[in-house]
């Protein structure tokens, strides 16, 4: 693989140009980022068993055909972006969505025998061979849940709830939920068909995008974001009447009342129609402008048809997932607060105390306190920097004359306050200090 040449050579501290890099559209997540990764899903674990969610753990390879069979062969996904791999007989892929394989690990261990509503919550690495971008990567991870069971519209509801408190929860102000209906499979049949007629003499003025999409998924040229494709849409004034059953209609209209009864703020929007084939009636996107292009950190809707499609019986079904990386872009932007550990940082001056050192480390840590030294042997001075440069709230000090009266120094940083700690009470003490 091509190395990027820039990148390869142009760190200021480098001496070296890089032998390896990332691969293209795949991402290290860093500490900083993983530690606000790791706030925001121990945010969500709280919300999803509140909500009364399980975890579930699917693996990341599943055979390939589960993807056609669920996203549909002619959606975006399945024919431009899957990695799939070979292996002798074998066709897999790596997973590019969750709902699919959840579906098929519902089914497999017979959830649809035991449990009449079933609802499960996951976080994991996803995989699509996408033009890279700002907030469009191969490798990302979602976070999502999925509510197997039931067609009762207070479930959507649930659902969008369930999303809409998860991004308050960590923090995020300001994003928008955009809801639509696409109707039953028989509906959307029928609104296919309707929008084929008025659009196949246009053709022509839509953007090749929308050209080529005409054929496979006509719904698609309804959510292009061109500004021309747009009017054009806008000018045929579809109204969802025109192509919704009673049933349909009723099921969003209580979609809508249950989501205003819990006072969850939305917009209703006929672009959105998504872009896997299993999607009927309710369909949503969470959006947040300070993403750019790929402006939406979540989205979800009902698959009422895909249990049966995958061999199950017909089961009523709804769910979410949110791009993670889109989520901590926004989270950074927002400066999200996350609750870090705070660190006690232990400095030890002269061989002896760093002996003694090792010890009392051992000990805080073995208490689940965030603490830390840097083995460098330094001077106070030096030490005293590190241990600002890592933002520690706590320093503990040992040189050779508190060793000898068995005492350690513990010193505020903010007030700059120390005092003498017995070496046996340190743990006590920084425990009673610190907010962990
Ligand atoms: P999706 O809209 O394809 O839906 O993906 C959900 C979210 O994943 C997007 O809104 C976006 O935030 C993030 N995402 C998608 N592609 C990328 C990418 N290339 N790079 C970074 N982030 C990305 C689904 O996958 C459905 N399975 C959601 C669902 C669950 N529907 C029902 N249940």
């Known amino acids: ?20 890099q990332s691969v293209r559209g795949t991402k290290d997540i860093l500490p900083n980022d ?62 590019p969505e969750a709902t699919a394989g959840v579906i098929r690990a519902y089914l497999e261990n017979n959830f649809n025998h035991i449990d009449a509503l079933s609802k499960f919550y996951y976080f994991g690495p996803m995989f699509r061979a996408e033009r890279p971008q700002k907030g469009r990567l191969r490798q990302f991870n979602h976070l999502g849940v999925e509510a197997i069971g039931s067609l009762n519209p207070l479930l959507d509801a649930e659902v969008i709830s369930l999303a809409d408190t998860i991004l308050r929860k960590i923090g995020i102000s300001g994003f928008k939920i955009k809801i639509n209906t696409l109707g039953c499979a028989n509906d959307k049949k029928k609104f296919g068909e309707k929008l084929r007629i008025l659009l196949k003499s246009k053709l022509s003025l839509f953007c090749s995008d929308c050209q080529e999409r005409f054929n496979r998924n006509v719904f698609r040229l309804i959510d292009c974001k061109n500004a021309s494709c747009r009017n054009i849409i806008a000018g045929l004034k579809l109204k969802r009447q025109d192509y919704l059953c009673k049933d349909c209609f009723e099921h969003f209209a209580a979609v809508l009342e249950n989501l205003k009864n819990i006072g969850i703020e939305y917009e209703e929007s006929p672009q959105i129609v998504r872009g896997l084939d299993y999607y009927t009636r309710t369909v949503f996107e969470i959006t947040h402008s300070s993403l750019g292009a790929q402006d939406a950190l979540g989205a979800g809707g009902r ?106 120094m513990l010193k505020d940083m903010k007030s700059g306050e120390q005092r003498e700690v017995k070496i046996e009470n340190i743990v006590y003490e920084c425990q009673r200090v610190i907010v962990s």
């Open 1 to 20: 693989m091509a190395l990027d040449i820039a990148k390869a050579t142009s760190h200021p501290f480098r001496k070296m140009p890089l032998l390896f």
């Open 34 to 95: 993983a530690e606000i990764l790791h706030d925001i899903e121990s945010q969500a674990r709280i919300l999803f068993s509140a909500y009364g969610y399980g975890e579930i753990i699917t693996p990341i390879l599943e055979e390939r055909d589960l993807f056609i069979r669920s996203l549909g062969k002619d959606s975006e996904v399945i024919n431009k972006q899957m990695f799939i791999i070979e292996r002798g007989q074998d066709l897999l892929a790596l997973r």
């Open 303 to 408: 698959y009422d048809n895909l249990v049966a499609e995958l061999g199950g019986a017909p089961s009523g079904a709804i769910g979410f997932a949110f791009g993670v990386e889109r989520l901590l872009l926004v989270s950074k932007c927002q400066s999200v607060k996350v609750s870090k550990k705070d660190l006690v940082f232990l400095i030890t001056l002269g061989k002896e105390a760093e002996k003694e050192g090792v010890k009392l480390l051992h000990n805080l840590r073995q208490a689940g306190i965030k603490s830390d030294t840097d083995y460098e042997n330094r001077s106070l001075k030096g030490a005293m920097r590190r241990a600002n440069d890592l933002g520690a709230k706590h320093v503990l000090i040992l040189g050779e004359n508190e060793l000898k009266k068995n005492m350690v």
